[in-house]
């Protein structure tokens, strides 16, 4: 069994305890809410399932570390993190539409360097590990298709795409895209704080998957995931003080759902919403003195709409554009705070081929 996974979940994962000086900062670390995007990859036994799973992992944590008694703060953030994910569970199935599951799921966010003026460099390094739980519904998708031999979900033989409006789909991009990165740099201990504002633009290319859904006459609806590698950059100065300013986008991506209309039975008008990521380096200098740099990745929102014309029952080309919002990022530090944002314009041309590609490479029926 090969499947594809997204999730969202809530809590109230918190810590806290001394800092770097015990006698003087106390630091705390809360995780509220997180999500995972994945691959799954199993093997089923009558009604089980047992399975791995890998994939990309996001969550947001809040850090924060002040001084004991004064309000002041040394360091505080309040951010996303984007990063890998990997564990293993196991899946019974009650009957055709229902199942449990349990598993293990361990995510790894990297560690994000920061240059701090006054400060030196700053390593956060962050990981979270899950035990979970599930219950799952599966809607019945067979109406159109071959009907399984089997009265459960799992081993079943893989369903034939008949149009390119119903089933997976697996397909390549390439496109322009522009944006605009604005920083405040309030670290400095001066008046008034140095500011930039720049548009990194570039192309890149990348590959998307996801899986449609013909629900009516003329409407489809589908979810799509998508990554995307370019070089999405502007170097400039900063003002007022002049530093030397250099803004990258380097990876960057979207787990969506899309809602269309036919406008025939070949031409699919969509609209898109869903959760939009990037990764952004950016530096500022002066005289080889590092005033402030950070290279990390953000989390927001994308929206947008294209146009997918299926030129054959199993492939189609598209057009599309996405606004990608990642937010306000806000750094506080003993001498002020950095806040920083960054929005994202994409315009790209995709070729997708729909149905089971592992079926076709592997030779199923």
């Known amino acids: 069994m090969l499947g594809y996974e ?37 093997y089923g036994i009558d009604h089980w399932l047992l ?24 360091f505080g953030r309040d951010q996303f993190y984007l990063g890998l994910v990997g564990g293993a569970g196991v899946e019974y199935a009650l009957d055709r539409n229902w199942s449990v599951k349990a598993e293990y799921l361990y995510a790894d966010f990297g560690k994000e360097r920061d240059t701090v003026f006054f400060f030196g460099e700053r390593s956060t390094e962050f990981t979270l590990s899950m035990i979970r ?5 599966r809607f019945d998708g067979s109406a159109g298709t071959t009907p ?28 322009y895209g522009w944006g605009q990165s604005n920083v405040v740099n309030g670290e400095i201990p001066a008046t008034p704080v140095d500011s930039s504002s720049l548009s990194p633009s570039g192309g890149f290319v990348g590959t998307q998957t996801g899986y449609n859904w013909h629900i009516a006459p003329a409407w489809v ?15 400039g100065v900063s003002s007022p003080y002049g530093f030397t300013v250099d803004s990258k986008v380097d990876w960057f991506g979207s787990e969506r759902v899309r809602l269309g209309f036919l406008a025939t039975p070949s031409v699919l008008v969509y609209g898109t919403g869903g959760l939009g990521w990037g990764h952004v380096k950016f530096s500022d200098t002066s005289f080889g003195t590092d005033i402030g740099s950070f290279n990390q990745y953000r989390v927001g929102w994308a929206g947008g709409g294209g146009l997918e014309y299926a030129f054959g029952p199993l492939w189609s080309a598209k057009l599309e554009y996405l606004y990608t919002d990642l937010g306000t990022y806000q750094d506080t530090f003993g001498l002020g705070e950095k806040t ?26």
């Open 6 to 42: 997204l999730d969202l979940s809530g809590g109230d994962i918190e810590a806290s305890g001394p800092s770097w000086l015990p006698a003087a900062f106390s630091a705390s670390s809360k995780t509220d809410y997180f999500g995972t995007a994945r691959a799954r990859v199993g």
């Open 340 to 365: 920083s944002s960054l929005t994202l314009n994409t315009v790209k041309v995709g070729l997708a081929y729909h149905g089971n590609i592992f079926a076709t490479l592997l030779g199923w029926h």
């Open 221 to 235: 609806f589908g979810l799509e995931s998508e990554t995307s590698y370019g070089d999405l950059e502007q170097r």
């Open 51 to 74: 399975y791995a799973t890998a994939g990309f992992a996001w969550a947001h944590n809040t850090f924060e570390e002040p001084a004991v008694g004064s309000g002041l703060v040394a």
């Open 133 to 137: 739980l599930g219950v799952n519904y």
């Open 148 to 175: 399984p031999a089997s009265a459960y979900p799992l081993k079943a033989p893989p369903p034939v795409a008949e149009s390119p409006w119903f089933g997976s789909y697996i397909g390549i991009h390439g496109g």
